[in-house]
């Protein structure tokens, strides 16, 4: 389960670069409030930021959301995805540096070429790897399934009773069905002959 945007998407139509501008009582009492119950009790695993900024700073590089509330607070163990960056705003050198650990979209990796000398970058790509694979480690990916593998199909009991009610409801609807054609007919029928009686019976008189 992906819970998203996070935060502040407060529109979709041109939603772009949208700068939300509030306290950060509202941000915690309203727009965060949201989530928690999700990340805390849920346990979700997978978050998507938002195009949204936070005032001028875009959701997907703000630490202060990803990392100090998201990850400090919450306990959060999953990653984080951006929305599709669309934008010279939504910066994925600043986007990993702040914890947004993977990118909705088809990039070249060119941008990274700046800091690809860096140490400190490079801790934050194995931090944002470490991320992804220990979420994907607890999914269904990871559950023994390989080309060799047969997956066999278990009926429960409800299945076999759900089938069977659905089975007895069609056939009883079939049977009132049948039953309604056949005193229509029937009926019309003993109109057809009631009709006939009564006009062989004022040919007699």
């Known amino acids: 389960m992906q819970v998203k945007h996070f935060i502040m998407n407060d529109q979709d139509w041109n939603r772009r670069g949208v700068m939300e501008w509030t306290t950060e009582q509202t941000i915690r009492e309203l727009y ?11 346990e979700a695993k997978s978050v998507m930021s ?7 700073r875009w959701c997907g590089s703000n630490p202060n959301l990803l990392t100090n509330v998201l990850r ?18 939504m910066s994925l050198i600043d986007g990993v540096q702040a914890g947004n650990d993977t990118f909705d979209n088809n990039h070249d990796g060119t941008e990274y070429n700046s800091v690809k000398d860096s140490p400190t970058f490079c801790q934050k790509l194995r931090l944002a790897t470490k991320r992804i694979l220990y979420v994907t480690l ?14 066999v199909h278990i009926r429960t009991w409800w299945q076999d009773a759900i089938l069977g009610l659905d ?6 609807a079939a049977v009132s069905l049948t039953g309604l054609v056949l005193s229509l007919v029937w009926r ?6 009631a ?11």
């Open 32 to 42: 965060l409030k949201a989530f928690e119950d999700v990340i805390t009790k849920g």
């Open 50 to 56: 938002a195009f949204a900024r936070v005032g001028s």
């Open 72 to 89: 400090g607070e919450w306990d959060f163990g999953g990653f984080v995805n951006s929305d599709c960056p669309d934008g010279g705003y």
């Open 138 to 151: 607890h999914t269904n990916a990871m559950n023994g399934v390989s080309s060799t593998a047969k997956i």
């Open 167 to 172: 089975i007895g409801i069609g056939v009883f």
């Open 188 to 193: 019309k029928k003993n109109k057809t002959t």
């Open 195 to 205: 009709k006939k009686d009564a006009a062989f019976k004022e040919e007699i008189l």
